[in-house]
């Protein structure tokens, strides 16, 4: 798949870095888990109810970290 990107960039289909080689950088840095070695997911979904609520402490949490800066 690189190389095709590679191709497809030199010939001005595309531009930008190349996702695959980006993931192959990323997957050293990223945690991993004794499970197979992946990352546990997909987390929980958060009730539309719940959204609201959850945005406001998040702006609460900000307007915190600012104060503090």
């Known amino acids: 798949m690189a190389k095709e990107f590679s191709a497809a960039t030199a010939a001005g289909h595309c531009s930008g870095e190349n996702r695959a080689l980006l993931q192959r950088r990323l997957e050293h840095l990223l ?10 997911g997909p987390h929980p979904s958060l009730p539309y ?3 609201s609520a959850l945005e406001a402490e998040l702006a609460r949490q900000n307007m915190h970290q600012r104060a503090d800066a």
Do not use: I, M, S, Y
Request: charged fraction near 55%.
């Open 31 to 40: 945690p991993k888990t004794k499970e197979n070695g992946k990352v546990r």
């Open 49 to 51: 109810e719940e959204l």
